[in-house]
C-alpha cells in the first residue's frame, strides 16, 4: 500500500511538509507505522498548484529517501494547496506513470488501497470511462481508473457524489464476478480550491486517514513547538499517518466518511457508494 499528504492553507515551503516533520513522508518511506507495507519504496510524486489554474506534477521512479531533485525542488517550491504520494506498488508496475498524484485540467487525484480482482474487472471498468477522458490515462493502475470513473461521473460538478457513483460501478461490477471486498481506498482530489478526501472500504476495515486540528487550538495547547509557527492559520493537513507525534494534533477520520477542506474549515461527511448512473 501507500502513504500520502495532502496540504491547504497559507503558502509554505514544500521541505517543510515533506522533509522537517520529524515522521515526515519521507521517513514513512522508510519506516511506515500504519501502513500496510511499512517501506514504500516505488516511486513518488507531488502536485501543487503556482501559478495559473494547472497544477505542476514532480513524479520519479526512484524511492523518496533517495532522489535528491526532490530536496531540490521542495526546497524552492511555496505553495497553497500540496499532494504529495510515496507508492509501494499492488502489482503494476514501477514506471513515472504509474506514481501519484494523478492530473488531469486542474484537477489532481492521489489514492491509497487498491481494487480487488482489478485484472478481472479492468475491461469492464474501462469501457465505463468516457470516451473523450480515456486517451488521458497514462498509466496502468487501478487507481488512475478510478480517477478516471469519477471523472466520467461528474467529478468537477459534484465530487462527493462522483467517486460515490465511481466505487458504487466498481462494488457492482465485483457482485458479477463474485469478488468480496473489492474496495480498499483511502483518497483525496482537489481541483486547487477545494480538497475532497475519502476513507471507505467494502469490508468497513479502510486503512488509517487523519486531518489535523486547527492551527490555534494547537499553538494554545502547545506553545513550545516553534514548527507549529512556520503555519498560517488556515492551514489543514490530512494524512494517511501522523507526520509527528504531538497531543491533540490529530483526529482519525470515522470509517465511511469524506473530509471537505477548504478556506480553513474541514468539514466531515458520511461517504456511501452510489449506483452507477
Same mark, same amino acid.
Request: include cysteine.
Given at each position: 500500500?501507500?502513504?500520502?499528504?495532502?496540504?491547504?492553507?497559507?503558502?509554505?515551503?514544500?521541505?517543510?511538509?515533506?522533509?522537517?516533520?520529524? @515522521?515526515?513522508?519521507?521517513?514513512? &518511506?522508510? @519506516?511506515?507505522?500504519?501502513?500496510?507495507?511499512?517501506?514504500? =519504496?516505488?516511486?513518488?510524486?507531488?502536485?501543487? %498548484?503556482?501559478?495559473?489554474?494547472?497544477?505542476?506534477? +514532480?513524479?520519479?521512479?526512484?524511492?523518496?529517501?533517495?532522489?535528491?531533485?526532490?530536496?531540490? #525542488?521542495?526546497?524552492?517550491?511555496?505553495?497553497?494547496?500540496?499532494?504529495?504520494?510515496?507508492?509501494?506498488?499492488?502489482?503494476?508496475?514501477?514506471?513515472?506513470?504509474?506514481?501519484?498524484?494523478?492530473?488531469?485540467?486542474?484537477? $489532481?487525484?492521489?489514492?491509497?488501497?487498491?481494487?480487488?480482482? +482489478?485484472?478481472?474487472?479492468?475491461?469492464?471498468? !474501462? +469501457?465505463?470511462?468516457?470516451?473523450? $477522458? %480515456?486517451? %488521458?490515462?497514462?498509466? &496502468?493502475?487501478?487507481?488512475?481508473?478510478?480517477?478516471?470513473? !469519477?471523472?466520467?461521473?461528474?467529478?468537477?460538478?459534484?465530487?462527493?457524489?462522483?467517486?460515490?457513483?465511481?466505487?458504487g460501478?466498481?462494488? @457492482?461490477l465485483?457482485?458479477?464476478?463474485?469478488?468480496? !471486498?473489492?474496495?480498499?481506498?483511502?483518497?483525496?482530489?482537489?481541483?486547487?480550491?477545494?480538497?475532497?478526501?475519502?476513507r %471507505?472500504?467494502?469490508? =468497513?476495515?479502510?486503512?488509517?486517514?487523519?486531518?489535523?486540528?486547527e492551527? &490555534?487550538?494547537?499553538?494554545?495547547?502547545?506553545p513550545? #513547538?516553534?514548527?507549529?509557527q512556520?503555519?498560517?492559520?488556515?492551514?489543514?493537513?490530512? #494524512?494517511?499517518?501522523?507526520?509527528?507525534?504531538?497531543?491533540?494534533?490529530?483526529?482519525?477520520?470515522?470509517?465511511?466518511? !469524506?473530509?471537505? #477542506?477548504?478556506?480553513?474549515?474541514?468539514?466531515?461527511v458520511?461517504?456511501?457508494?452510489?449506483?452507477?448512473?
Amino acid at each position: 500500500m501507500c502513504r500520502w499528504m495532502a496540504y491547504s492553507g497559507d503558502p509554505i515551503l514544500a521541505e517543510d511538509l515533506l522533509f522537517r516533520p520529524e @515522521h515526515s513522508l519521507i521517513d514513512q &518511506s522508510l @519506516h511506515s507505522h500504519l501502513g500496510a507495507t511499512t517501506t514504500n =519504496g516505488d516511486g513518488f510524486g507531488v502536485g501543487w %498548484y503556482g501559478l495559473g489554474e494547472r497544477p505542476a506534477v +514532480f513524479k520519479g521512479i526512484d524511492p523518496a529517501w533517495n532522489d535528491e531533485n526532490l530536496r531540490e #525542488v521542495a526546497s524552492q517550491v511555496s505553495t497553497h494547496l500540496l499532494f504529495a504520494h510515496i507508492r509501494a506498488s499492488t502489482g503494476s508496475a514501477v514506471q513515472r506513470s504509474n506514481s501519484h498524484p494523478f492530473r488531469h485540467e486542474n484537477w $489532481l487525484w492521489m489514492h491509497n488501497g487498491c481494487i480487488e480482482g +482489478f485484472e478481472r474487472m479492468k475491461r469492464d471498468l !474501462a +469501457f465505463a470511462i468516457e470516451p473523450d $477522458l %480515456y486517451p %488521458y490515462i497514462e498509466g &496502468s493502475t487501478d487507481s488512475e481508473v478510478l480517477f478516471f470513473l !469519477a471523472l466520467t461521473f461528474g467529478l468537477r460538478e459534484d465530487p462527493l457524489g462522483a467517486v460515490g457513483r465511481a466505487v458504487g460501478l466498481v462494488e @457492482h461490477l465485483a457482485r458479477q464476478y463474485d469478488i468480496d !471486498a473489492p474496495v480498499q481506498m483511502s483518497a483525496a482530489t482537489t481541483d486547487g480550491v477545494t480538497v475532497w478526501a475519502f476513507r %471507505y472500504s467494502s469490508e =468497513g476495515k479502510t486503512r488509517s486517514l487523519f486531518y489535523s486540528t486547527e492551527i &490555534s487550538r494547537l499553538r494554545s495547547l502547545h506553545p513550545e #513547538v516553534e514548527a507549529l509557527q512556520r503555519f498560517g492559520m488556515t492551514a489543514r493537513l490530512v #494524512v494517511s499517518e501522523p507526520i509527528r507525534d504531538l497531543p491533540g494534533a490529530w483526529n482519525e477520520m470515522p470509517e465511511g466518511s !469524506a473530509a471537505i #477542506v477548504r478556506e480553513g474549515r474541514d468539514d466531515i461527511v458520511p461517504f456511501v457508494p452510489l449506483g452507477a448512473a
